[in-house]
């Protein structure tokens, strides 16, 4: 019991850790958007998303290379999808006017390819099971790095099209922005939030043999919500100042880049990593029914509202409560 509490302890002092590396990310990106002059959209979905996207990519890094749970690391990428989904938005509607415009941009653009890149991840993973099946018990299969190609060149379509976003774009660039300063501070912020996350990852592998359960399932908590606190941050902020577009934009793209890039990354730095196909589908499929959710909210009347905000939010306690249970035994969905 004291060891669980201790461990808990340490993801609390980590998620703080990333939570002030956030905060330096957030203000730096936020003057590298206006010093480059970019559209909202585009800094949301690429500039802010892809920097406070870095704790999930080295999440699967330091899992992988260093604590040998490729697995973890890609249950806290599937659990910080669910809570980007379920918790940011919901999270921002509550803290800002009480709802969010959402705008055919984002809803027919960022939302469709966040949807491509689901189904991407999981048909890269589908295709190891089959082409590269490795023996023992269940479904696995190995992901080599011409697999881990696909889903990212799918990812230099998705910014191609920011790319081409912005060469439309007709808003100036800030010349009063020290560039220089705003990259510093962004990459100590990326330092600080490297630390934190070595320390999540430690806490789920910690967790998961104290209970006996795969430590992936903890990722999906620990390391998923601990390494969204950037993406929260950005998001709220975003919310808080009238830029609604920023906010989602941020959520949707964070999402991409830890599909399309974070995983296959793990995989093209490490070489050929295992995947258990019956432990990859449950976590992937609650992701989908996330996704359905997310995308009829926001379609509906292009509008997020406060009783949506609330169904987001139980949503994604049940997501929880589903997982406690697998990990005490509960339920047995996710083989172990």
Same mark, same amino acid.
């Given at each position: ?5 201790? #461990?808990?302890?340490?993801a609390?002092?980590?998620t ?9 990310l957030?203000?730096?990106?936020n ?16 500039i802010?998303?892809?920097g ?8 699967v ?15 806290a ?5 669910v809570?980007? #989904? ?34 991407? #991840? ?5 295709l ?11 479904l ?25 976003d ?11 922005v ?6 510093l ?21 910690g ?11 903890w ?9 969204s606190?950037p993406?929260?941050f ?7 100042s ?20 974070a ?33 009829t ?23 929880v ?16």
């Open positions: 019991m004291i060891d669980v509490i201790g #461990l808990l302890g340490l609390v002092v980590a703080a850790v990333v939570w002030k590396g956030s905060t330096w957030e203000d730096s990106a003057r590298l958007a206006a010093g480059y002059g970019v559209p909202a959209v585009v800094q949301g979905a690429i802010a998303a892809a406070s996207s870095m704790p999930e990519l080295v999440s890094l330091l899992a992988t290379l260093l604590h040998g749970e490729f697995e973890l690391g890609v249950g990428i599937v659990g910080s999808a809570f980007n #989904l379920l918790v940011i938005p919901a999270a921002a509607v509550l803290a800002g006017g009480g709802q969010m415009s959402t705008g055919r941009d984002l809803v027919y653009k960022e939302a469709l390819f966040y949807m491509l890149a689901v189904a991407a #991840l999981l048909l890269t993973f589908s190891a099971v089959i082409y590269n099946p490795l023996a023992g018990a269940g696995q299969g190995a992901v080599t790095r011409p697999l881990a190609l696909f889903p990212l060149l799918l990812y230099g379509l998705y910014v191609f099209t920011q790319y081409l912005t060469t439309e774009h007709e808003g100036s660039a800030d010349d009063t020290d560039l220089v300063s705003a990259w501070w962004f990459g100590l912020g990326l330092v600080v939030i490297i630390v934190g996350v070595e320390g999540l990852v430690r806490s789920a592998i967790l998961g043999e104290a209970f006996g359960t795969p430590a992936f399932l990722g999906m908590i620990v390391v998923a919500a601990g390494s606190v993406d929260a950005v998001s709220i902020a975003a919310a808080r009238d830029r609604p577009s920023v906010s989602l934009a941020n959520v949707l793209g964070s999402n991409v880049f830890d599909l399309l890039v995983v296959p990354v793990g995989v093209l730095v490490a070489g050929t990593l295992a995947i258990t196909f019956e432990h990859i589908v449950p976590m992937m499929g609650f992701l989908i029914l996330a996704t359905i959710v997310f995308f909210v926001v379609r509906t009347e292009m509008l997020l509202s406060r009783q949506e905000a609330w169904l987001l939010l139980v949503l994604y306690s049940l997501f409560l589903w997982l406690v249970a697998e990990s005490i035994g509960m339920t047995n969905v996710v083989p172990t």
